[in-house]
């Protein structure tokens, strides 16, 4: 097929109109015509492939020129080059426009893109101190890491690969059905664009060994339960040269004896006799900030009251400040009572008004008055 229609007119754009004017018309026509959305559709075929022919002459600034000078003559006869072509070629030109929607980056004239190495998982269990103080430690790994012998080539040393010949070393092989194109990665280099006649003895052409590494990790201040540490490159080497994926270590916090934890407050249940509950006193509560915090305890506490003392909890990850203590009261009722302590709270009954427990003599206040009605 060869367009006689105005190649800025097939376009929807002025003479004038730069790269980049060019390319967004073009995408957004070659969306619109593309036999993939138009099945069937002869006039949408030919429209996709007159868009296709105008966009690969004017992308090209020799091209355009020649074109805005002599017009479609400058590419009859075999001048240009710019005339009949077959379907397999519009789609390179469509490719190479949505590539990024079409299956990602691409090098050496089509080839797929070196695949990146795995990321890996390791789980570590901290204690709540180490994630309030932070730590620095080791650990071991066993990853494939690019071999010494080859260097990651794959091939013996002395030795080089070769051009796949079975997709002349694009990594893709194509098949078209239909208005169709069909492309899938070579079946025989396995989308590397490449084949090794000579292996590496050690790696046997893949490029990689198994390898133990120890790797120092430090564990930020204020790290929490299911906290990602990254540690770039130290994943799987890639196949062949390819760069290596990352090492992500998942962090477990150990449960604690005293403390609990919600995000930078540390909870505490405090259990008090309730002699201090009535009269009031003082706790002493070790932090993990190795200091001893004193909780004033006023007169008359409830049980259940929560009592927050600030900046005794854990630290802001990666930030400044640190959060509260929050100790909750239970006020703990005797069950061993000497005859003495057993006489004086008699005593204390006999004397007792009701003023002293005003929420207990306003239930039975209620409770009396639900009978009575």
Same mark, same amino acid.
């Not at 969306?31 to 069937?40: E, L, V, W």
């Not at 002699?275 to 909780?295: K, R, S, V, W, Y």
């Not at 009261?329 to 003023?355: A, C, H, N, W, Y």
């Given at each position: ?141 066993? &990853?494939?890491?690019? $071999?010494?012998? /080859?260097? !990651? #080539? @794959? ?8 051009? =796949? *010949? ?15 194109? &069909?492309?899938?990665? $070579?079946?025989? /280099?396995? !989308? #590397? @664009? ?8 050690? =790696? *046997? ?26 540690? @770039? ?141």
């Amino acid at each position: 097929m060869t367009t006689t229609i105005d190649y800025y007119e097939l376009l929807e754009c002025e003479r004038t109109a730069d790269a980049g004017t060019l390319k967004t018309s073009y995408r957004k026509l070659a969306m619109k015509y593309h036999p993939d959305k138009n099945a069937g559709c002869r006039e949408s075929e030919a429209k996709f492939k007159a868009v296709s022919e105008a966009y690969d002459i004017l992308k090209d600034p020799q091209k355009r020129a020649a074109y805005d000078r002599f017009g479609h003559a400058a590419f009859q006869n075999g001048a240009g080059g710019g005339g009949a072509q077959d379907f397999g070629g519009f789609s390179d030109i469509f490719e190479s426009v949505f590539g990024e929607f079409m299956g990602g980056a691409q090098r050496g004239g089509g080839r797929q893109a070196a695949r990146r190495g795995a990321d890996l998982r390791y789980d570590m269990e901290i204690t709540l101190e180490e994630a309030f103080h932070g730590k620095e430690t080791e650990i071991t790994v066993d &990853v494939s890491a690019p $071999c010494g012998t /080859c260097h !990651g #080539s @794959g091939a013996r040393p002395g030795t080089s690969s070769t051009t =796949c *010949r079975q997709c002349a070393g694009h990594g893709k092989v194509r098949a078209q059905q239909g208005f169709f194109v &069909v492309e899938r990665a $070579c079946p025989i /280099c396995q !989308g #590397s @664009g490449e084949m090794i006649a000579d292996p590496c003895p050690d =790696c *046997r052409g893949d490029g990689r060994v198994e390898q133990t590494k120890t790797l120092e990790v430090k564990v930020p201040p204020g790290v929490d339960e299911g906290t990602r540490i990254r540690l @770039g490159n130290e994943g799987e080497a890639g196949a062949r040269g390819a760069p290596p994926g990352d090492l992500y270590i998942f962090l477990h916090v150990k449960r604690h004896a005293l403390f609990e934890r919600d995000g930078t407050t540390l909870f505490a249940r405090a259990p008090i006799s309730f002699t201090t509950a009535a009269l009031g006193g003082t706790l002493h509560i070790p932090g993990l900030d190795d200091q001893t915090h004193e909780i004033r305890i006023p007169v008359g506490i409830q049980s259940g009251k929560q009592l927050r003392h600030r900046g005794a909890g854990m630290p802001v990850l990666q930030g400044r400040g640190v959060g509260d203590l929050v100790v909750q009261i239970d006020v703990e009722t005797p069950t061993k009572l000497s005859t003495r302590q057993r006489e004086l709270l008699e005593m204390f009954r006999e004397t007792e008004t009701g003023d002293e427990c005003p929420a207990s003599q306003g239930f039975f206040a209620k409770l009396k008055k639900a009978v009575a009605g």
